[in-house]
C-alpha cells in the first residue's frame, strides 16, 4: 500500500523557519513535490525535484527562501523554509509521480499520490 505522511507543520513568527518531512512508503518515487492551498484559492506547486536530486523546481514566491530535498535511503521528501511570511500560511501537501521520466512536473493533475497534508501558519 502505497503512503505519503508528512509531518513538521506548525505555527512559527514571521522570519522563522520550519521544516517539512514527507515519508513514502510501498514504492519508489521518481519526480516529488510540494503543494500548498491556502483557504479560497487553488492548490499551486510550491517546489519539486526529480528522482536523483538533480533538478529542482520553485515556484517565484519562494525562491531563495525554500530548498527541497530527498533522501532516496529513507524514502523520504524535505521541504526546508526559511524567512517565512504571512502569505506562506497554507496546508501544504507533499505529491509523488511514478511517471519514468527525469522532469519536473508542476501540475496537480500529474501526480498520482499525495499525503494528507500538514498545516503551517505563520503569524505576524
Known amino acids: 500500500q502505497v503512503q505519503l505522511v508528512e509531518s513538521g507543520g506548525g505555527l512559527v513568527q514571521a522570519g522563522g523557519s520550519l521544516r517539512l518531512s514527507c515519508a513514502a512508503s510501498?514504492?519508489?518515487?521518481?519526480?516529488q513535490a510540494w503543494f500548498r492551498q491556502a483557504p479560497g484559492t487553488q492548490r499551486e506547486i510550491v517546489a519539486a525535484?526529480?528522482?536523483?536530486?538533480?533538478?529542482?523546481h520553485y515556484a517565484d514566491p519562494v525562491k531563495g527562501r525554500f530548498t527541497i530535498s530527498r533522501d532516496n535511503a529513507k524514502n523520504t521528501l524535505y521541504l526546508q523554509m526559511n524567512s517565512l511570511q504571512s502569505e506562506d500560511t497554507a496546508v501544504y501537501y507533499c505529491?509523488?509521480?511514478?511517471?519514468?521520466?527525469?522532469?519536473?512536473?508542476?501540475?496537480?493533475?500529474?501526480?498520482?499520490?499525495w499525503g494528507q497534508g500538514t498545516q503551517v501558519t505563520v503569524s505576524i
Open positions: 525535484i526529480t528522482w536523483n536530486g538533480v533538478t529542482t
Open positions: 505529491a509523488a509521480t511514478l511517471r519514468p521520466y527525469s522532469t519536473i512536473f508542476v501540475n496537480v493533475a500529474t501526480y498520482e499520490y
Open positions: 510501498g514504492r519508489t518515487f521518481s519526480t
